[in-house]
């Protein structure tokens, strides 16, 4: 293996049909990992996307996989999956975190679209230093240039072109090399062969001040440079790259090259950029958390002799069982070793190590740290931590929140139910936030979530990816019971009119509280009912717990304490206590004047300001209480606070109100008690409801 | 706005179940020792499009003491527009959430969360980069909230103004905004060690600004307290009784 300064994990982000799958296939070709090009079909029309993802699967390789491995001049390359979609999900946040870089693929005639917009958020949120790669230049219409000041003006970076095109759409011929100074053509069956010229003299005016303005931008980020900019000295290539290089890794320049990846043109200059431009694994600052209650950040070094730290960022299904992706931010992983799985605090012990090769693997003996391979035999979750005996930190937060969302879901045949089950399986080893269950009641599968969006994208990729064909229901907010003042109880259950008797007295109050958990207090003096019969009680209270007397929704947030009781000496018994306390409860419930809390989630959009006010609007309308919002001069991110019930659909809404610019984001926030006429509303639903199952 | 909704904004209608929240929020203003500088039920500021100042050096407090003028304008149904020019949102909602977590604990609140969610809604946070703040960009943005009955602030506060030459004509632009909507502004001015200092205890650089407000208090550290030093507009009570920021908590202490 190479040392860490060769290796890049990068992603390679781009909307849909700005040409991923056709710049992946080249990257692999050109690193030899495949021996041969072939196109995407459809290229040109909606059904390119899928045509692509059957390619895929066709040919047994990459995009889809966790992390494809290549080799370019010295260095080592993983380019990870990254996912398309924008949802606050646990899948997203592992899946970017493991890059180290990003490719930002734009497309020469369409420009920054709201697409690119996303993804470019995705990889600001997560401080992810990219480069860009205007592709499609060869397309008629191609106009990189404008590309460059919609990177600038539409998404605030501060781009500079680092090549100039030859020639564009029809005659494009191949790109300036503003380092250099020299012109790239690409010949052979496909441009394998890079061709260096001198710049065509109509290039080379334009070519010079193109390499000022990259120069002065790059001086900023080198005392170097700026003083050979003074002294009129020549600038060496490295002193360039090395500036380009400080501001990319700051994220405050992003250089932008160009070509055509279609037409095999200006792939390889995009790989030296990688090499070159984009960090290596030491290069990045990584934390990882305390696993006590405060959960404090500890900084980890990229060091193979410490401790072991590692991430378990995706599992996938093999012929040979679970193959379980991990990156190592810390110490190593080597074959025969013991490491401690975080979540569980189960020892394993390491198998079998390998690293994908496209559509192969190869066993290794050991991942050290900053490189990302995988392990077969380990049982784990997606998101887990391995650390070595000792240590005790994870990568990713143990608080895992309840599902706001629930969705019935139901196979429409035989075949899909067995899939179904399959992937319900694995999304729930994948993502915690992801839960099945089935209605005793309706016995509908019922999938539970953090959001719309969340599980529409679990819905798709059960049939994508399991060919589960399911029919989905309405989807259903998970709404909770509370009570809102102290009341008392005093219960007694008597059954004692023949055969064995039953008795039980449970008395004392119920109370709101304001965490949502459920607290039992026993405040029994003098023996009123025996001790023995205490954990009964609280069964028997807890039991309540589980589905309210109001509306049926778990109750949460009460606590309840019991002084007094009485019990007798042959007809008491632990069941005898169960149905004391949940008659009680009953009783008491109905005097606390219980209310219906419902989630409210936090959202947060970011538009182009012009359609600010018109989405606060939207906001307003749908419940919610705006927070604030944040002036970043071209964009508006607007935080606000709205029911999750109100938020269905709301993407479509905000697309047409913001011509397609705004995106959002929206996780739990608290939960809240739902107005008077909102609660009728939920009352009449949940009636009719039951009506329909009986 | 229907009627019950007019008589709840008063005060004069409190709903059965909100009655304990309503007790809370009286006792709160009760004991809340701003009662020291300003009559009950009266504004510090006393005119709509009127303007006070909080002046200090940095750090010592004033975003502090601005945000719990706010939360008490709030506890007091007062609509609240918050405007930074430093600090993105997420700060400023952690600034009103600890020093009213602070307020909750040294006044041992009960059911602290329920307060606090029945006071949000009375405010609005903003935040723009310095240079793009102006006030037709704050003109459009009033407008929209109040066109659409989103938000129609009382009490603006601007925490981060840079006061240079420009200022005197910003804050009479302002001044014309502020009357329109029936608003109050409170600003942070950040004062300078090196500063020279006039008669009335405004520096130098701001004397000619000092007419544009009604009321001007400074902010300064005397050991662990931080004096709150009325310097104009402000009516002591109860024989002056001096009122302090607590260094350790931030909070108002008499």
């Known amino acids: 293996m190479k040392t860490e300064e060769n290796v890049r994990n990068i992603g390679i982000s781009a909307h849909i049909d700005s040409g991923k799958t056709t710049l992946t296939e080249r990257i692999l070709f050109y690193t030899k990992r495949i021996h041969a090009i072939h196109d995407v079909k459809g290229k040109d029309g909606v ?98 240039d404008r590309v460059i000041s919609q990177l600038i003006k539409k998404l605030g970076h501060n781009a500079v072109a680092m090549q100039i095109p030859i020639g564009l759409e029809m005659n494009f011929e191949g790109v300036v090399d503003l380092i250099t100074m020299k012109a790239l053509y690409f010949d052979g069956d496909n441009g394998e062969i890079v061709r260096i010229e001198n710049i065509p003299e109509s290039l080379v005016s334009r070519a010079r001040e193109k390499r000022e303005m990259l120069i002065d931008k790059a001086s900023i980020f080198s005392d170097e440079l700026t003083e050979a900019v003074l002294e009129e000295r020549n600038i060496s290539d490295d002193v360039l790259i090395e500036a380009i290089r400080r501001g990319v890794l700051s994220r405050q320049l992003t250089p932008v090259l160009m070509g055509s990846a279609y037409k095999n043109k200006a792939v390889q200059p995009l790989l030296d950029a990688v090499v070159s431009l984009l960090p290596c694994p030491s290069d990045m600052v990584n934390e990882a958390l305390t696993m006590d209650e405060k959960e404090e950040p500890v900084l980890l070094s990229s060091d193979s002799a410490k401790p072991t730290v590692a991430l378990a960022f995706k599992l996938e299904d093999g012929p040979y069982g679970q193959l379980t992706y991990i990156r190592v931010y810390q110490g190593i992983i080597s074959r025969g070793e013991t490491i401690v799985n975080a979540r569980t605090g189960k020892k394993v012990k390491v198998g079998r190590v390998i690293r994908m090769h496209a559509d192969q693997m190869e066993d290794i003996s050991a991942i050290p740290s900053g490189y990302i391979g995988a392990l077969f035999g380990i049982d784990c979750a997606s998101g887990d931590t391995f650390v070595s005996p000792g240590l005790n930190v994870t990568m990713t937060s143990m608080f895992i929140p309840d599902p706001v969302i629930s969705l019935a879901i139901v196979p429409n045949d035989n075949k899909s139910q067995i899939n179904m089950s ?64 102290k009341a008392e109880f005093n219960y007694i259950h008597k059954k004692q009119t023949g055969g064995a008797g039953q008795y039980g007295r449970v008395a004392g109050y119920i109370e709101p509280i304001e ?180 | 706005m229907n009627l019950l909704a007019k008589l709840k904004k008063k005060g004069t209608l409190i709903r059965l179940r909100d009655r304990y929240i309503h007790m809370l929020k009286n006792d709160l203003l009760f004991s809340h020792p701003l009662k020291h500088i300003r009559d009950e039920g009266e504004q510090l500021i006393p005119e709509e499009g009127g303007f006070g100042a909080v002046l200090s050096r940095a750090g010592v407090g004033k975003t502090a003491f601005l945000v719990q003028l706010a939360l008490h304008a709030m506890l007091e149904n007062k609509y609240v527009l918050h405007i930074s020019l430093i600090d993105p949102v997420d700060k400023v909602t952690l600034w009103y959430k600890e020093l009213f977590n602070g307020l909750g604990q040294h006044y041992k609140l009960a059911q602290v969360n329920q307060l606090w969610q029945t006071i949000l809604p009375f405010r609005f946070i903003m935040t723009f980069r ?26 603006i506060i601007i925490d981060g103004f840079q006061f240079d030459e420009t200022a005197l004509d910003f804050l009479s632009n302002l001044r014309a905004l502020a009357r329109t909507h029936g608003c109050r502004v409170w600003f942070s001015v950040h004062t300078h060690r090196h500063e020279d200092i006039q008669p009335d205890g405004m520096p130098a650089r701001l004397s000619t600004l000092s007419d544009s407000f009604n009321l001007i208090l400074k902010l300064e550290p005397a050991g662990s307290i931080i004096k709150i030093v009325p310097i104009k507009g402000i009516k002591s009570r109860d024989g002056g009784r001096p009122v302090y920021l607590d260094s350790s908590t931030m909070l108002i202490s008499e």
């Not at chain 1, 059957?54 to 993983?78: D, K, M, P, Q, V």
């Not at chain 1, 996912?83 to 890059?99: A, I, M």
């Not at chain 1, 679990?458 to 994508?464: D, F, G, H, Q, T």
């Not at chain 1, 019991?562 to 007798?568: L, P, V, Y």
Request: aromatic share 8%.
């Open chain 1, 422 to 485: 399959r992937a319900l399986g694995r999304f729930t080893k994948e993502d915690p936030t992801f839960k099945t269950y089935v209605d005793d009641e309706t016995n509908e599968t019922i999938i539970e979530g953090m959001g719309e969006l969340h599980l529409e994208v679990y819905v798709e990729r059960m049939k994508r990816e399991y060919g589960a064909d399911v029919t989905t229901g309405r989807p259903r907010v998970a709404y909770r019971e509370t009570i809102t003042k």
């Open chain 2, 130 to 155: 310095v240079s793009s703040f102006s006030i037709p960009k704050l003109q459009e943005r009033l407008t929209d909230l109040s066109q659409q009955d989103i938000f129609k602030p009382e009490i």
């Open chain 1, 47 to 144: 059904g390119a996307t899928m045509d692509s993802m059957e390619l895929e699967r066709e040919r047994g390789i990459t995009i889809a996989s966790a992390a494809t491995y290549c080799e370019w001049l010295t260095h080592e390359i993983n380019i990870i999956d990254t996912p398309g979609h924008v949802d606050f999900t646990v899948e997203v946040e592992r899946s970017l975190r493991v890059l180290d870089g990003a490719i930002l693929v734009l497309c020469a005639v369409g420009g920054v679209q709201s697409q690119s917009i996303t993804v470019d958020q995705q990889m600001k949120r997560y401080k992810i230093p990219s480069v860009a790669f205007i592709n499609k230049c060869d397309r008629s219409g191609a106009n990189p």
């Open chain 1, 515 to 694: 965490s949502n958990d459920f607290i039992f207090e026993n405040k029994i003096t003098g023996g009123s009912i025996p001790t023995q019969y205490i954990p009964a009680c609280e069964k028997g209270f807890r039991q309540c717990m589980v589905k309210g007397p109001k509306l049926e929704f778990p109750i949460t947030g009460v606590k309840v304490v019991i002084n007094d009781g009485a019990s007798h000496s042959v007809d008491s018994s632990d069941m005898a206590f169960q149905a004391a306390a949940r008659g009680a409860f009953l009783e008491a419930y109905a005097k606390a004047s219980p209310v219906i809390n419902e989630p409210i989630m936090k959202v947060v959009v970011e538009t182009p300001t012009e359609f600010q006010g018109a989405i606060m609007g939207l906001l307003n309308q749908r419940r919610g209480m705006i927070v604030g919002s944040q002036d970043e001069g071209h964009m508006t991110v607007i935080e606000a606070q709205v029911p999750l019930s109100e938020m269905f659909g709301f993407s479509t809404v905000l697309r047409s109100s913001s011509q397609g610019q705004a995106q959002f984001t929206m996780e739990f926030a608290i939960f809240k008690q739902v107005p008077q006429s909102i609660a009728e509303k939920i009352t009449e639903e949940v009636a009719a409801r039951k009506k329909n199952v009986a």
